[in-house]
């Protein structure tokens, strides 16, 4: 539903989670970018969760779940999603992602 959108920076539920690297709980997922400006576009959708991704260059996405129950999610599913997020930027910050040519070498190696 909205894996085809691009949400600019500051936009919608997500691209205001990016803009200002904080999390939203039971967020309204009819924000969105796409939907906010199309009368014709409906959703189902009524609660979302959602937590910036960041990396060594400031945040490089938003990770957001969304479901059709309003405020389906707790601060339990919040503190699993800042769980995940925070093991994100300890693998970013602690070497950086290999090149292809690095791939390569290291398959030819093994």
């Known amino acids: 539903m909205f894996a085809a959108l691009r949400i600019p920076l500051g936009e919608g539920l997500s691209g205001w989670v990016a803009q200002n690297r904080k999390p939203m709980l039971n967020g309204n997922p009819a924000l969105e970018h796409g939907y906010v400006h199309d009368p014709n576009r ?13 990396g060594l260059q400031g945040v490089v ?3 957001t779940l969304y479901h ?25 910050r602690k ?5 292809r040519k690095q791939k390569v070498q290291r398959q030819r190696t093994i």
Request: charged share 15%; hydrophobic share 40%; proline share 11%.
């Open 68 to 92: 059709s129950e309003p405020d389906t999610y707790t601060s339990d599913h919040l503190r699993i999603l800042l769980a995940i997020q925070l093991q994100g930027r300890v693998i970013s």
């Open 42 to 54: 409906f959703s189902p959708l009524r609660s979302a969760i959602s937590v910036p991704l960041e």
């Open 61 to 63: 996405g938003v990770l």
């Open 95 to 99: 070497r950086p992602l290999p090149s």
